[in-house]
C-alpha cells in the first residue's frame, strides 16, 4: 500500500471545532471584519453606507429544573455556561503519532461498526463517505495541547426510517479514566453497567428563531478511558436543511451504538482493515441529475468487468461513491500497487458534446491532445504532458506524467479518468481510453 493511501490525508479550508464541555457541546465560527485595502494614494471623502441589522438569533432551551434529581447520580451540579468558538486552518492526517490508538485501518473499522450497529429497517442517507458516518482524522489543536486528550474523531450521516428523517453523530476520543459530574440540563438518567461503563441518557429539545429541533443522546465513559458521545435528531439536509418532526433513532438503539467494543480505544484492529476510501471530486457544465444507489450500483457493476492485466490497484475501479462537491457525480481514486502511481476516475450527467472547432488548446502547454467522433456520436479526448510538483522542502521538486482521457456521450454523460506517475506510467492512455468506453457508464 502505497504512502500517499495509508495516509489518507484531507486537507480542509476550513474546520469548524465543537468543543465539547461537560454537558455542553457548542460550535461557531469567527469571522473577523475584513481590513481596508492599503494604498499610498490620496483618498477621497467616502460616505460610509448604513449598517445593516445582524440576523436575529434567538435559542430557546428546554427549561433545567436544576435542584431536581436525576436517576443513578448521588449529586447533582449547575452547568457552567461557558461556551467556545474557534477555527482552524490547516491539514488533518490519519496517523497523527500525538494519538497513537487511532489511524486510518481503526477509522475503518469504527465506521463499519457503526453502520452495523444501526437497525435493519434504517437506512443511510445516500451521500459522499464523508457525510456517511466515516470517522474522520483527529483535529489537533496543537503543540500546546496534552495529548491524548485534545481532540476526537467524529463520523455523522442522515439516516431514514419510515416518516423519520434526522442526523447521526458520534464522537469518539480518549479521556480521563474518571466519569464527569452529573450536570442538571445535560443527562436525565445516569446507568452503570455490568462491565464498569457509566452511560448518561438524554432527551431534551431547543428552539433557534421559532424552529424546535428535538433531539437525544447517550455518553458513554468505558473502563479503558474512551469517551464516546452519540447523537441524534430530527435535522436533515436534503435536499435543504429541514425538521422531520421525529427522531428516527431510540435511546436504546443510541446506547448500543456507544457501547459497541469496537469503539474503544484499546480494541483491536482486525489485520488487513485498510484505511478509509479517500474523497475525491468532479463537474458538471449544466448541474447534472443527482445519482442514485442504484445507478451506483449500475455503474460499478459495468466497471467490475475491466481486466486492468498486470496492473493492480488499491482500491478496484468499481468502488464509485458520491463526489465530495454533490451527488450529480460518482467517483473513485485509487493508487497502483507498489509504484507511486495514481488513477482518478469520475462520472456525470449534463454536459454538453465538444465540438473540435469550439476548442482551444493552450500551446504552450506542453501537453499533446487528440480530439476524435465515433460513429454514435461519442467525443473522445485524450491530454497527455508533465507537471510539476514542489514539496514543502527546499528544492523539493517532482515531475511527473499525467495522461488523461475524456469520453463524452450524446446523452451528456461524461467518463474522464486520469493516471499521474513520477515514473514509468503503468496505465497509458489507451488503457485508460479502453476503460472509459466501457460498455454500460451511462447515466440517464
Given at each position: ?18 468543543i465539547v464541555a461537560v454537558g455542553i457541546i457548542v ?259 449544466n448541474g447534472g441529475p443527482d445519482l442514485t444507489r ?151
Amino acid at each position: 500500500m502505497s504512502e500517499r493511501s495509508a495516509k489518507a490525508r484531507w486537507t480542509d479550508g476550513l474546520v469548524v471545532v465543537s468543543i465539547v464541555a461537560v454537558g455542553i457541546i457548542v460550535a461557531g465560527a469567527l469571522q473577523a471584519p475584513a481590513e481596508p485595502e492599503l494604498t499610498t494614494a490620496a483618498t477621497s471623502p467616502t460616505v460610509e453606507p448604513e449598517p445593516t441589522a445582524p440576523e436575529e438569533y434567538v435559542r430557546v432551551s428546554e427549561p433545567v429544573d436544576t435542584s431536581a434529581p436525576i436517576p443513578g447520580c448521588d449529586t447533582v451540579v449547575e452547568a457552567d455556561e461557558e461556551r467556545f468558538s474557534m477555527s482552524f486552518v490547516g491539514e488533518r492526517s490519519y496517523d497523527n503519532p500525538r494519538f497513537p490508538w487511532f489511524n486510518g485501518p481503526k477509522a475503518t473499522a469504527m465506521s463499519d461498526a457503526v453502520a452495523s450497529a444501526l437497525p435493519d429497517d434504517v437506512e443511510l442517507a445516500f451521500a459522499a463517505p464523508q457525510q456517511s458516518l466515516l470517522f474522520g482524522p483527529i483535529f489537533d489543536f496543537g503543540d500546546g495541547d496534552e495529548p491524548p486528550y485534545s481532540g476526537s474523531t467524529d463520523a455523522w450521516g442522515v439516516v431514514d426510517r419510515g416518516d423519520a428523517s434526522g442526523s447521526v453523530q458520534v464522537s469518539v476520543q480518549q479521556g480521563p479514566h474518571t466519569v464527569p459530574d452529573c450536570v442538571a440540563g445535560s443527562l436525565d438518567e445516569r446507568k452503570t453497567l455490568p462491565d464498569g461503563t457509566v452511560v448518561d441518557l438524554l432527551d431534551t429539545w431547543a428552539e433557534i428563531n421559532g424552529v424546535r429541533t428535538i433531539s437525544r443522546s447517550v455518553q458513554a465513559y468505558t473502563t479503558d478511558g474512551t469517551w464516546i458521545h452519540v447523537s441524534a435528531d430530527d435535522r436533515t439536509n436534503t435536499p435543504e436543511p429541514a425538521n422531520s418532526g421525529e427522531i428516527p433513532l431510540t435511546l436504546p438503539e443510541l446506547e448500543l451504538i456507544a457501547t459497541e467494543p469496537a469503539l474503544r480505544v484499546s480494541t483491536p484492529v482486525p489485520p488487513g482493515t485498510p484505511p478509509p476510501s479517500e474523497g475525491c471530486s468532479g463537474y458538471t457544465e449544466n448541474g447534472g441529475p443527482d445519482l442514485t444507489r442504484e445507478d451506483q450500483q449500475r455503474l460499478n457493476s459495468a466497471l467490475a468487468s475491466v481486466d486492468l492485466g498486470a496492473v493492480a490497484l488499491d482500491r478496484k475501479l468499481d468502488t464509485l461513491q458520491p463526489s465530495d462537491m454533490g451527488l450529480d457525480t460518482l467517483c473513485m481514486a485509487s493508487n497502483v500497487v507498489g509504484a507511486d502511481e495514481t488513477l482518478q476516475l469520475s462520472i456525470a450527467g449534463g454536459h454538453n458534446v465538444p465540438v473540435e472547432d469550439e476548442i482551444r488548446p493552450d500551446p504552450y502547454s506542453g501537453t499533446q491532445d487528440t480530439f476524435r467522433s465515433l460513429a454514435d456520436g461519442t467525443v473522445v479526448q485524450t491530454s497527455a504532458g508533465y507537471y510539476g510538483v514542489t514539496g514543502e522542502g527546499d528544492g523539493d521538486y517532482q515531475q511527473r506524467s499525467s495522461n488523461t482521457v475524456t469520453v463524452t456521450r450524446p446523452g451528456g454523460t461524461r467518463v474522464q479518468i486520469s493516471a499521474s506517475s513520477a515514473g514509468y506510467q503503468s496505465l497509458s492512455i489507451e488503457m485508460l481510453e479502453s476503460i472509459a468506453l466501457t460498455p454500460g457508464l451511462e447515466v440517464s
